[in-house]
């Protein structure tokens, strides 16, 4: 993203990608073009530079893009500021109290509803193939952490959600034995049950990152 002066733009109009950004994103779509794999659908974020970042996928793909709000980037109070001087302003630190939440924004659980209903349409809408979801780093992170059983709770700067990096995921058929154990008081499953797990993760675009101004996204 073209983002010179370092402002948390979350769902702010306008953020499109720089001329870096677009070639990360060609390689992304060009990563994904080389797998030996049908990709029959490409649901998008409808922020701007996700829907930059989806148009090589979609030319690469032959797919035309579908935009999912569920994939959007999440809400939070400091979007619009420049971060490191938000938090030296009394007036925000009230929304810093709870990391765990967090307090700051959209909860880690609200985000983990509503991307595992976007994944697991995106699963539903194809007789089949792969369904590429074009979305933002903390929505990704966060379906990360749900699948991998592991905590909401983290340090952003520690994030594994490069630029243009491609995160995926299978839905598999688990027998009871296979799943984890049941947290306490929960029923203990009998059925076979369908679970989203992570597969694999790369980074197409890693040797360009090293000149980009933004860490992780799009």
């Not at 769902?11 to 030996?36: E, N, V």
């Not at 794999?37 to 996928?57: C, D, H, K, N, Y």
């Not at 925000?92 to 994944?119: D, F, H, S």
Request: aromatic share 6%; glycine share 6%.
């Amino acid at each position: 993203m073209f983002n010179p002066d370092g402002i948390l733009y979350g769902r702010l109009p306008g953020f499109g990608l720089s001329k870096l950004g677009h070639r990360m994103a060609s390689a992304a779509a060009d990563d994904l073009a080389s797998r030996d794999r049908s990709m029959t659908g490409l649901r998008v974020s409808p922020l701007q530079r996700t829907r930059e970042s989806a148009a090589p996928i979609a030319t690469a793909l032959g797919l035309t893009p579908e935009i999912d709000d569920r994939i959007i980037e999440p809400t939070n109070h400091f979007e619009g500021t420049v971060m490191r001087r938000a938090l030296r302003n009394p007036v925000n630190w009230p929304y810093l109290v709870n990391p765990v939440r967090p307090t700051w924004g959209e909860a880690y659980k609200r985000i983990e509803k509503r991307m595992l209903a976007a994944v697991d349409d995106a699963f539903d809408s194809v007789d089949e193939g792969d369904v590429v979801l074009v979305s933002h780093q903390l929505p990704i992170w966060v379906t990360h952490l749900s699948v991998s059983g592991e905590r909401f709770w983290h340090d952003p700067r520690k994030r594994r959600c490069a630029l243009s990096s491609i995160t995926t995921f299978e839905r598999t058929l688990f027998q009871p034995s296979e799943l984890p154990p049941a947290p306490p008081g929960a029923p203990v499953p009998t059925e076979p049950m369908l679970r989203i797990v992570e597969v694999g993760y790369v980074e197409p675009a890693a040797s360009l990152s090293a000149t980009a101004t933004d860490v992780g996204a799009v």
